[in-house]
């Protein structure tokens, strides 16, 4: 059985952590199944939006699988896990330079690695028993997959401090309160609402979908002057495109609009 599972259906691609019995921590197996995974995402035309969630009602992923580490003697190199995770770019995840909107679906645990991992995705939906942690110094190590630098960015500072310095976890209503996560639902679900809003999105010109992604991770750290600059070459490049006739044509005749990604 594969440690990631990986099927799209229509225009939604989803990964899914395949470790229940550890946790879905991840090893060597799995990083390189998740490397394989994520280049079949980018490199299908077709697959518009991913979700990755775990297998199981207890964790989406408890992170990098410390027992794997424990053997290897090492937390960087070839670490197993931390192979991965440094692939590329440090804390890419392999989502480096990837415009295609990301939606982590957090069902249980989301620990350590996992966090990093749900941290550099687009949109965190969790169930109701989803906790959410950075415990690496509890470990004697420390978050090395951008928990440092992505956390602080996106939740009050004092909260990723507390996170980070403490090592304990918090709850899904706490994670839905400073930010970290957009909605929490039952974990029956979880899935259910994750796959709606992906096709939602999905529905709309991919090309323009990309871009509004784009001009938003390039500009998030520019100055906003730099950053309408690059919102401004991305948009006139969208408007050459076939999309952008179909979708004013569309509405003028009162239609739903076929969008082809060109």
Not at 148 to 163: G, I, T
Not at 210 to 225: C, I, N
Request: charged share 20%.
């Amino acid at each position: 059985m594969s440690t990631v599972l990986y099927e799209r259906s229509g225009h939604v691609a989803t990964m899914t952590l395949n470790r229940p019995q550890a946790l879905n921590a991840i090893n060597r197996e799995m990083a390189a199944r998740l490397a394989e995974c994520w280049q079949i995402f980018r490199k299908d035309a077709n697959a518009r939006v991913a979700i990755i969630t775990g297998s199981g009602e207890r964790a989406f992923s408890a992170g990098a699988d410390l027992k794997e580490m424990a053997e290897h003697g090492t937390m960087v190199a070839g670490g197993g896990a931390a192979d991965f995770l440094e692939r590329a770019e440090p804390g890419s995840f392999g989502l480096s330079n990837l415009y295609k909107p990301v939606i982590a679906a957090v069902n249980g645990h989301c620990l350590a690695g996992a966090l990093e991992m749900a941290l550099a995705c687009d949109i965190r939906i969790c169930s109701e028993n989803a906790s959410f942690g950075l415990p690496e110094v509890s470990r004697g190590i420390m978050p090395l997959a951008g928990g440092s630098q992505r956390l602080p960015r996106l939740v009050p500072f004092s909260m990723a401090m507390q996170m980070m310095l403490s090592g304990k976890p918090i709850d899904a209503t706490e994670a839905l309160r400073t930010g970290l996560v957009n909605s929490v639902v039952p974990l029956a679900d979880l899935l259910t609402v994750a796959r709606q809003l992906a096709e939602t999105i999905a529905a709309n010109a991919p090309l323009a979908v990309k871009a509004t992604k784009e001009a938003a991770v390039r500009g998030v750290d520019l100055p906003l002057s730099e950053g309408l600059r690059v919102e401004n070459l991305l948009a006139r490049v969208v408007e050459g495109t076939e999309d952008s006739k179909e979708g004013p044509r569309a509405f003028a005749e009162r239609r739903a609009p076929h969008y082809q990604g060109r």
